[in-house]
């Protein structure tokens, strides 16, 4: 509640118009801009709900190791290693899976 009665969407446009007698003779100018953005209170910024974990490196990163893993012919370090990562990989995964659902 405080979240959402802290935080204002603004929307502005501006426009000006100008004009001007020089040497070269008569000109005339214009510009118009837009700004668009959220403005919260210290209140808002406290309570504000924590963000997504991201999964799509942690899966991108599992899929390079199982790739690595299916192509090493014997034991050696490269499949330890690409196991090792695998492993990591999906349990970021695991976690990130979890703690979505609760945000």
């Known amino acids: 509640m405080a979240y959402e009665s802290g935080t204002l969407n603004i929307q502005s446009v ?5 004009m001007g007698i020089g040497t070269g003779g008569l000109g005339l100018g214009g510009a118009s801009t837009k700004a668009r953005g959220q403005a919260s209170s210290l209140l808002a910024s406290r309570v504000t709900p924590p963000a997504r974990k991201r999964y799509l490196i942690s899966a ?3 899929f390079l190791a199982w ?25 970021l995964l695991y ?9």
Do not use: H
């Open 60 to 62: 991108f990163f599992a």
């Open 14 to 18: 501006s426009r000006t118009t100008g």
């Open 95 to 103: 976690r990130s899976f979890n703690f979505n659902p609760k945000v």
């Open 67 to 91: 790739l690595l893993w299916v192509n090493t012919r014997a034991f050696s370090r490269w499949l330890l290693l690409s196991s090792v990562v695998i492993v990591l990989c999906f349990y």
